[in-house]
Nanobody, 127 residues
Framework: QVQLVESGGGLVQAGGSLRLSCAVS????????MGWFRQAPGKEREFVAA????????RYEESVKGRFSISRDNAKNTMYLQMNSLKPEDTAVYSC????????????????????WGQGTQVTVSS
């Protein structure tokens, strides 16, 4: 059974930092590209960041560039999202997702490209 479990969310003041983790089990992690998405109340889910299976390629949504950093540890079957300089508009439920990809360098920014999803973790940034 495939499981993606997010952790690390919480309440933080504007300008603060959080580090999200996504622990993956039930699949061969190193063969999957990974991504983070978020959904704020009343809004559609949006892409945040993605990383290829071997970390050769990363991609970010424009508003988080320079503030967020995505990484992964294939030995630990875990992906991370370091979020710095948080803003109130970053408030959302953050979910991780996994997409089987045949080779490194491939990342997906569209949710339709992903095969498995986590339940999400709440991030709230107060002003």
């Amino acid at each position: 059974q495939v499981q993606l479990v997010e952790s690390g969310g919480g309440l933080v003041q504007a300008g603060g930092s959080l580090r999200l983790s996504c622990a993956v089990s039930g699949l061969t992690f190193r063969t999957y590209g990974m991504g983070w998405f978020r959904q704020a109340p009343g809004k559609e889910r949006e892409f945040v960041a993605a990383i290829s299976r071997g970390s050769a390629t990363t991609r970010y949504e424009e508003s988080v560039k320079g503030r967020f950093s995505i990484s992964r540890d294939n030995a630990k079957n875990t992906m991370y999202l370091q979020m710095n300089s948080l803003k109130p508009e970053d408030t959302a439920v953050y979910s991780c997702a996994a997409a089987f990809v045949p080779r490194d360098f491939t990342v997906y920014a569209r949710a339709e490209g992903y095969d498995y999803w986590g339940q999400g973790t709440q991030v709230t940034v107060s002003s």
